[in-house]
């Protein structure tokens, strides 16, 4: 139904003047496709606005390239590559699992077989399955053996085969670990197969299996190359083992204690020395749990590189309930959570490159791909100045992290509830069709995989067409992250400002250097999602005399790490984040899967971690709503004279952004408002509210209550509005918080001319000025509290 | 829970008439509610629609909260300039197939249309127990799952 015939990444977000980035491009069916390097101006298409505006850029890479299709072998797997020691007589396979989609519609993309622990191709080997019906399944070359047991989903199974090449017996256990008043007794399968192993070059699979190996060109992003793996498994998997000989149903539970590497005075490697002798590979997945490998603690070290990043840090099998850190006690997070949809990198061949002139100006970028027959993709990226060679006072923080946790978002067709967040019947763009077909795309952090699991993971290396312009959100009905991202860059490119970008990247892994730099740094309009470093940044900033002018709303929000393992291949590759106990969450994380498996931090929301997000701008995220917006009213805190600067040329009771792109109103979407009692700074200016304007759309954060009750939305809540804000920071920084979402939608509106432009162009030339601020007026400088010693609940009206 | 009102009820004319009223003034916004824009495509003054009209906000709320599975949805067919209603499989991997072959050159026109379908396909009893499946014990509304 839908063809995206052009799809693509680059190896960067963020590029400096003088480096090399390359572009990895899908050009599925033309021959041929264009490649102009395009700065990119706006890209909101709305005929109300100033429509889609992009700049060429004189460029040695732009012209005409070969087309040529690429794929993405998405689902995550392990593989160790074929050795001598795997080419068994007889075996035993066990494992535990705790398998989520057992059994698949006949309509599901992946429907069919799926290996477990594997060394079979092409009815040639052995293996342990689940099969098309959902039952545990051995398979020796072309015999297939059955327990004809239908496996339940979501719930730990002990499962082993064994093999006698001598005589031919096999035996089949399916054991679950779990067992209800009504279940059927699983007996073990016997049976009797004389045959001989046949083996092949193909590697071990865990949680797939090999479907073959073929110089084919489509196979060089598969990894290894060349090998394609299929049946890949959705569940948990834990301590796989490998041994060379059928074992006793005794000896098969010894086996379960895996290969005892911490034992001392040790003599061998297996829970006895006769087992020791058998080992093939015993792996211990709660080993190694911030690593790409599935550690074999056996002889001979066979640990299986992990591909497309799977889920660990997971409760195992034999999780007690009372540790609830992976890093204190590793021997219950046995457990790696595979899923036919991850996707870590696309590991596509290049296809331009193209060195950056160092004399470029920082600024958005995109390489626009093009065929005849109108095929159109933009692959966007930033060019970033070195630390040191800044060119503006003024600095644009790109939100890439939050862009990477909406990246692919599939929401709008996965979601029962969807439109009950949109109050609407959501809109699905060509980008939503493709990839409600191209699963393999991977998903967003939003979105659950196609086994109902949440993704905890998102990477930059793949085609992410929600970081696209002319792509409205169905959230919005409008542009979201990116797109509207542009919106403020439209506005600030028709004002005239000089500004460079950073991104979340940047300011994460340098810190304080990539801010300290610039008289004023601009955010976008949602970045709710950041690491620890990037947030110590902010604050080492503003508390310097640094200004931050935060444009959006629902920032400072979750807890996001960039997963350590992919250092090695550039910055920022993977980022991390679970939903844990509160905030707005699209998905929950299972109990005792809250901390982060690449870097072991604590997830969720910074809040809770006792870092508030009011803490950072002086606002904090207290409602979402996404049908329509409304405006903004001053408030008296507007006429203190300390924030006088920013309302020159605006009357008092002037409706301020009864108009905008976004909603139709510059406050709407996800607002922010002042609450002292919870970090924003006591002497924070409300300087203007949007309250008693929303509809009943928007509704109140679940963490701002403790129960359920009537009375949340936007007709009737009083912390249901966005609050405009000021406060200054010391050594002459300050922060102006607009607090909407929807926002920088306005700006645009009448090609800039207009109240949210004259309020944000006021703002912005004050904070670019060179040096300090000026003071605040000496009776400014005063004792406050936070309620000012007064509870709410015996606050007098009359005061 | 409140029953889908029948065809040709007056309860259901008076919806239908409400809902019209709304997306005609709303053609413009660059968003969607089920809200009267006091001046056509502008926002600063909204009424009506399921803010005062308690029983067309009940039955939007249960067709918006149906499960994935064959729940209508709007597909953009050329960007800003034409639409089709399609319809969700509720199969992972599986895209949405559009239902008839016609084309909507307004992105609000299609949610009246989209609302009329529903108020056809729902019975009147739509949620209740004599609709009761062995999914209601598995969360087959997918209500809150994404």
């Not at chain 1, 979402?741 to 162009?761: E, H, M, R, T, Y």
Request: proline share 6%; aromatic share 10%.
């Amino acid at each position: 139904m839908c063809a995206m015939r052009l799809t693509g990444y680059a190896d960067k977000f963020s590029v400096h003047p003088g480096d090399e980035i390359k572009f990895y491009v899908n050009c599925d069916g033309p021959a041929e496709f264009k490649a102009e390097i395009v700065q990119m101006i706006h890209g909101d298409t709305n005929p109300r606005g100033p429509g889609f505006i992009e700049k060429p850029v004189e460029a040695a890479a732009n012209g005409t390239y070969k087309g040529r299709k690429q794929i993405i072998h998405g689902g995550s797997y392990g593989y160790v590559e074929d050795a001598p020691q795997f080419h068994v007589e007889s075996f035993t396979l066990q494992c535990y699992i705790w398998p989520t989609t057992p059994k698949t519609h006949p309509r599901y993309w992946k429907h069919g077989a799926q290996g477990l622990v594997t060394k079979w191709m092409d009815g040639k080997g052995y293996g342990l399955f689940i099969n098309e019906e959902g039952c545990l399944e051995l398979r020796i070359n072309g015999h297939k053996i059955t327990t004809g047991a239908p496996i339940r989903d979501h719930a730990w199974h002990f499962v082993a085969a064994t093999f006698d090449a001598a005589t031919g017996d096999v035996t089949l256990y399916h054991e679950p670990q779990v067992v209800y008043a009504l279940d059927p007794v699983i007996e073990p399968v016997k049976t009797r197969i004389k045959t001989t192993i046949e083996h092949t070059e193909a590697p071990v699979a865990l949680a797939a299996y090999v479907e073959k190996i073929s110089d084919d060109p489509l196979g060089a992003s598969s990894l290894p190359v060349g090998v394609w793996f299929t049946g890949k498994y959705n569940g948990k998997i834990d301590s796989p083992r490998i041994l060379k000989k059928a074992l006793s149903r005794f000896e098969i539970e010894q086996m379960k204690l895996g290969a005892q590497p911490g034992l001392t005075e040790r003599r061998n490697s297996g829970p006895t020395g006769e087992l020791s002798g058998l080992i093939v590979a015993a792996w211990d997945f709660w080993d190694g749990i911030s690593t790409l490998k599935a550690k074999d603690n056996g002889p001979y070290r066979f640990d299986a590189q992990l591909v497309n990043c799977p889920t660990r840090a997971l409760t195992g099998y034999n999780w007690s309930g009372q540790n609830f850190d992976w890093k204190y006690a590793k021997k219950e997070y046995g457990g790696i959570h595979f899923h036919d949809d991850d996707v870590d990198n696309a590991r596509w061949s290049e296809d331009v490159v193209w060195t950056v002139p160092e004399d470029i100006k920082s600024r958005f970028y995109a390489l626009k791909v093009t065929t005849t027959d109108g095929d159109e993709d933009y692959l966007p990226f930033w060019v970033v100045p070195k630390i040191g060679k800044e060119q503006s006072k003024i600095a644009v923080m790109v939100p890439t992290i939050s862009y990477m946790a909406y990246a692919n978002e599939h929401v709008a067709c996965n979601a029962g509830g969807a439109e009950l967040f949109v109050y609407r019947v959501p809109i699905m763009q060509h980008q939503n069709m493709f990839l409600a077909e191209h699963r393999e795309y991977g998903g967003s952090i939003y979105d659950t995989h196609t086994d109902g699991s949440g993704i905890c993971m998102s990477s930059r290396l793949r085609p992410i067409l929600s970081i696209r312009p002319k792509y409205d959100h169905f959230l919005a009905q409008a542009p979201w992250q990116y797109p509207a991202d542009l919106h403020l860059i439209y506005w600030l490119e028709q004002m005239g400002y000089e500004y460079d970008v950073i991104t979340d990247e940047d300011v994460t892994y340098d810190g304080l250097a990539r801010l300290e730099n610039y008289n004023v740094v601009i955010t976008g309009s949602h970045p709710e999602h950041n690491s620890g470093t990037q947030l110590d940044a902010l604050h080492n900033y503003t508390q310097r005399g640094g200004r931050l002018m935060y444009m959006g709303a629902d920032a400072w929000y979750w807890v996001h790490s960039y997963h350590p393992a992919y250092d090695d291949i550039g910055r920022g590759v993977i980022t991390e984040m679970r939903r844990c106990e509160s905030g707005i969450r699209t998905w929950r994380a299972e109990p005792g899967e809250y901390y982060h498996q690449g870097t072991g931090e604590l997830g969720g929301m910074w809040r809770f971690r006792g870092r508030s997000l009011y803490s950072v701008a002086g606002v904090g995220m207290t409602n979402e709503g996404f049908d329509i917006s409304t405006y903004y009213s001053r408030t008296p805190d507007s006429n203190d004279p300390r924030v006088a600067f920013a309302f020159e040329g605006i009357s008092y009771d002037e409706p301020l952004g009864n108009f905008g792109l976004v909603g139709g109103g510059c406050a709407g979407l996800e607002l922010d408002i002042v609450d002292v009692t919870l970090g924003s700074p006591p002497h924070t200016l409300a300087v203007a509210t949007s309250a008693g304007r929303h509809t009943e759309a928007y509704l109140l954060v679940m963490e701002d209550f403790g129960f359920n009750q009537q009375g949340l939305d936007g007709t009737v809540h009083p912390r249901v509005r966005g609050d405009v804000a000021f406060h200054e920071t010391p050594n002459g920084g300050a922060c102006f918080s607009f607090s909407s979402i929807a926002f920088c939608g306005s700006l645009p509106w009448n090609n800039g001319d207009n109240n949210i432009s004259k309020l944000v162009g006021n703002v912005l030339n004050h904070f670019m000025q060179d040096g300090p601020l000026p003071q605040p007026p000496a009776d400014a400088i005063k004792h406050r509290g936070r309620a000012d010693y007064e509870s709410p609940a015996l606050a007098s009206t009359a005061s | 829970m409140i029953p889908i009102p029948k065809k040709g009820t007056p309860e259901r004319e008076a919806m239908i008439k409400e809902h019209r009223e709304c997306v005609d003034s709303m053609k413009g916004v660059a968003g969607f509610s089920v809200l009267k824009c006091e001046t056509p495509g502008d926002t600063t003054v909204v009424t009506g629609g399921v803010h005062e009209n308690p029983d067309l906000r009940r039955v939007l709320l249960r067709m918006r909260g149906e499960s994935p599975k064959g729940k209508l949805v709007v597909i953009c067919t050329k960007i800003d300039a034409e639409w089709r209603i399609g319809r969700l499989s509720g199969v992972r991997g599986v895209p949405p197939e559009f239902v008839n072959d016609k084309v909507y050159t307004c992105e609000q026109e299609i949610q009246h249309d989209i609302f009329l379908m529903r108020l056809d396909e729902l019975p009147e009893t739509a949620g209740m127990p004599e609709h009761f499946t062995e999914g209601w014990k598995h969360r087959d509304d997918n209500w809150p799952v994404t």
